[in-house]
Nanobody, 123 residues
């Protein structure tokens, strides 16, 4: 079982940047995909970025060119750098991990989720 904890959320003005971090502990040896999802009020959770253990990345169209996912394998940590934030990016952001590389493109394959961190972008 993998335990995940996010950090780095907060309030930022439109056009600003934030970097989210996700620290993994427990059985992290079986992680083949890592990702970030978000859920805005009244909306379904969506996968916004994913990365495989081999470094292949995938992004939702809504964040391409603005968000970057990266990992620090030595620290069992991954990050979401968010630039040029927009009010529509406001949501609770969750990090996730999966035993299948398919978790990069399909959140159904992400087995473990963190408790979430709030990101609010003001206009």
């Amino acid at each position: 079982q993998v335990q995940l904890v996010e950090s780095g959320g907060g309030l930022v003005q439109a056009g600003g940047s934030l970097r989210l971090s996700c620290a993994a502990s427990g059985s992290s040896f079986n992680i083949h995909s890592m990702g970030w999802g978000r859920q805005a009020p009244g909306k379904q959770r969506e996968l916004v970025a994913g990365i495989t253990a081999g470094g292949a990345r995938n992004y939702a169209d809504s964040v391409k060119g603005r968000f970057t996912i990266s990992t620090d394998n030595a620290k069992n940590t991954w990050y979401l750098q968010m630039n040029n934030l927009k009010p529509e990016d406001t949501a609770v952001y969750y990090c996730a991990a999966g035993a299948s590389a398919l978790g990069v493109v399909n959140s159904d394959y992400l087995d473990s989720w963190g408790p979430g961190t709030q990101v609010t972008v003001s206009s």
